[in-house]
């Protein structure tokens, strides 16, 4: 499957993966031989370049992403940018790698049990159309984000399904309905997390930082200046990946369909509700999963890490008599995004304790003649910023603590409308995708779909230029009424 971490190795190089290979051995013996700039430290220097090495190696995929992932760690130890290789790893211990482990687990034992199975008829009907199946999921997925604060665990749930619906329709795993899927459980439903005050990493971030910085700010007030933009750009990303790969209209479910889904088939095709009764296991996991959501929801007011309910939940379904999860299970999950994550925040935090991150961002700085432009230039410079920084991060949320601060410092500098303008950066970074280990959803859906790393980059330029869309017209039509 395209995207898959753990398919296996072509016989040979492809030409993309030669290439990648000899950039990352160029950028590797530049960043280590040649002396750097004036004003920039030889760890410095070493550090953006193990950066830059690794970024073509996870782009290009020429090994595994365990793989690149531990030889970008050990490079940073072996080019004594730290000074022990504990330090070059401390990535490994952020609570996104273990929460991400308990969600992969938990999303395979919904469709272990046949979960996905009843979820997946509720959304179909014997006159249903892969592009009704894609607004169903759609719909779903928002109206889930108000009550699961987590767009990897909306992910993780959703995947099965898809795959089911997939199966139904007798669809290729490269058909544009899949695609559309992906995109939008990838790319869009992240989107969704926005709209409220809890509702994800990056929205409860911005608001403290809002809080400390700007002014308070209530929950309701919150989701008075958010839910209504936050829904406009989450629709028209949704319109727009629908309309892209063109989801068939016309085709509906074969009754003629054979296999693992034929029961699946035969009750759509009648109209029936699935009567048989829930399994032992289905109650359990289905239970567990209610659990873990309420838990998540309370979570979000009373200030409960969303790893807890998780946890809890994956240790009830380990339980021996339950036996949900097993080491088989375990043995099966994505560990190639989950070392890739890891890698990824073991060098970002390197980037912040040399300065090299420091370095970056006054270099872009420097590049920008604020004294020159007018409020609008320098609204549209300051996001600009925004989104090439993101590039550096692995999720949002990250991106957010490093970049917001250094946004609302030069706006209070040139007088613009902070809260705004903390607003806008977080639909900007939050819409904003160009690599697909950028933000953990959309790297599952490549990892398991049919997605490309252009196919992700490309989609993000169409999230971003929707974000910018509605941030002009909230900031100039929506947000001054409401003030």
């Known amino acids: 499957m395209a995207g898959s971490a753990d398919s296996d190795p072509p016989s040979s190089l492809s030409v993309p993966q030669l290439a990648g290979v000899v950039c990352t051995v ?24 193990v950066f830059a090495a690794t970024i073509v190696l996870w782009i290009a995929k020429p090994v595994p992403y ?77 109206g889930l984000s108000f009550l699961m604060p987590s767009a990897v665990a909306r992910t993780v749930t959703f995947i099965p399904v ?12 490269n058909s544009n309905f899949e695609r559309t899927s992906f995109f939008i459980l990838g790319h869009i439903n992240p989107i969704a997390s926005m709209a409220l005050m809890t509702g994800g990493g990056m929205a409860i971030i911005t608001s403290e930082l809002i809080q400390s910085s700007v002014r308070p700010i209530t929950w309701v007030e919150w989701g008075i200046f958010m839910i209504p933009p936050t829904v406009a750009l ?21 009754p003629d369909s054979n296999g693992e889904d034929e029961e699946l088939v035969e009750a759509v095709m009648n109209g029936d509700e699935q009567t048989d009764p829930l399994t032992r296991d289905e109650r359990i996991v289905g239970w567990v999963m209610l659990g873990a959501v309420l838990a998540w929801i309370v979570g979000s007011f009373t200030g409960i890490p969303t790893i807890l309910p998780a946890i809890a939940a994956v240790t009830v379904l380990s339980l021996p008599g339950i036996g949900v999860i097993t080491k088989d299970d375990i043995a099966e999950v994505s560990w190639g995004i989950l070392f890739l994550i890891g890698a990824m925040f073991s ?16 270099s872009l700085l420097g590049l920008i003649p604020f004294s020159a ?27 957010i603590v490093v970049v917001l601060p250094i946004i609302l410092e030069f706006g209070e500098v040139l007088g613009l409308d902070q809260l705004f303008l903390a607003f806008s950066v977080l639909m900007i970074i939050g819409s904003t995708t160009f690599l697909p280990f950028n933000t953990t959803a959309v790297l599952l859906s490549f990892d398991r779909g049919p997605l490309t790393s252009r196919d992700v980059f490309a989609f ?14 909230s900031w100039v039509l929506y947000w001054p009424l409401i003030r």
């Open 26 to 49: 160029g950028i590797l013996l530049v960043g280590l031989v040649v002396p750097p700039p004036e004003g920039i430290t030889i760890e410095i220097q070493r550090t953006l370049a």
């Open 66 to 142: 365990v793989v690149s992932s531990v030889l970008s760690v050990t490079l940073l130890f072996a080019f004594g940018v730290t000074d022990s290789f504990e330090e070059a790893v401390t990535g490994y211990a952020e609570t996104l790698v273990f929460f991400l482990l308990l969600l992969l687990l938990l999303g395979h034992s919904i469709s272990k049990v046949g979960l996905d199975e009843r979820v997946a008829q509720r959304m179909l009907s014997a006159t249903s159309t892969p592009r009704e199946s894609v607004r169903s999921l759609s719909i779903n997925l928002l």
């Open 162 to 173: 898809v795959r089911q619906i997939t199966d139904v329709y007798q669809l290729g795993s």
């Open 234 to 254: 989450y629709a028209l990303s949704a319109v727009t990946a629908e309309k892209i790969y063109s989801v068939d209209d016309s085709q509906t479910i074969s």
């Open 347 to 362: 060098i970002l935090e390197v980037m912040q304790s040399t300065g090299a991150l420091d370095v970056v961002v006054n």
């Open 373 to 399: 432009f007018n409020t609008w230039q320098s609204v549209g410079a300051l996001l600009a910023l925004a989104v090439v920084l993101r590039v550096f991060f692995s999720t949002a949320s990250a991106a």
């Open 460 to 473: 993000s330029l169409v999230t971003m230029l929707y974000s910018t869309l509605i941030i002009i017209l």
